[in-house]
């Protein structure tokens, strides 16, 4: 099974304030990604990296920034936090030549008030 | 637009019946479905995933089959558990398309609740 890690489980901040959400992986998998989801919704691709210095947009247009200067280490970072930046945030990483199977954190719900 | 559908945002079933969940898709290029498990306030977990060249794939009481023609799939859990109730994500990729990214697009989710 794979391991994928993500700190903070919660974050609760106020408007202004710059975050980095951590996602780190065990397994060596070169392809990463970030997720985000709000209840009732499908999960949308932000962020998603190929390898080191790799990192692209995804499919839903993000002010969140990436970066991937380690193979296991995959951060995420908001300059300034929004309310609309309320949600849930999922890092996962892939196997296999075409990483076709995802395997998930648990996630960061993260609250800006 | 919405490329994967999933119509049902419910469904409750008694415990050891059969939990069926519909997910349909628009792009005729995706070849690789997966259903994935939630729990609130955790990462969805992988079940079960079928490739187009099948159109059914079975692991103990999760089946998934396949209908290209409709674009069409779909989980049953037989029998169904308390425990399986939480959100159900079916989501679809184009895996060998050149330059395939390894990106999966995801339905919006169907919340099973399985009944004791």
């Known amino acids: 099974e794979a391991d994928i890690y993500q700190t903070p489980r919660y974050l609760v901040i106020g408007t202004g304030k710059k975050i980095t959400l951590e996602c780190s992986q065990t397994m060596g998998h070169d392809k990463m990604y970030w997720y985000q989801q709000d209840p009732g919704m499908e999960l949308h691709l932000i962020h998603y990296?190929?390898?080191?210095?790799?990192?692209e947009k995804g499919d839903l247009s993000s002010e969140s920034t990436v970066s991937r200067i380690r193979t296991e280490h995959f951060p995420l970072t908001l300059e300034s936090a929004r309310p609309s930046h309320t949600s849930q945030y999922l890092c996962a990483s892939s196997e296999g030549p075409f990483g076709e199977k995802l395997f998930f954190g648990s996630g960061t719900q993260l609250s800006v008030l | 637009d919405q490329q994967v559908k999933q119509n049902s945002p419910s469904l409750s079933v008694q415990e050891g019946r059969i939990s069926i969940l519909n997910c349909d898709y628009t792009?005729?290029?995706?070849?690789?479905f997966l259903w994935y498990k939630k729990y609130p306030a955790e990462g969805p977990t992988f079940l079960i995933s079928i490739s187009s060249i099948k159109d059914k794939n079975e692991d103990g009481r999760f089946t998934v089959f396949l209908n290209k023609s409709a674009k069409h799939l779909s989980l049953h859990i037989v029998p169904s558990q308390p425990g399986d109730s939480a959100v159900y994500f079916c989501a679809a990729s184009a895996i060998f398309l050149s330059g395939n990214t390894g990106k999966l697009i995801f339905g919006q989710g169907t919340t099973l609740q399985v009944k004791p």
């Open positions: 990296s190929y390898g080191v210095n790799s990192t």
């Open positions: 792009n005729s290029m995706f070849d690789y």
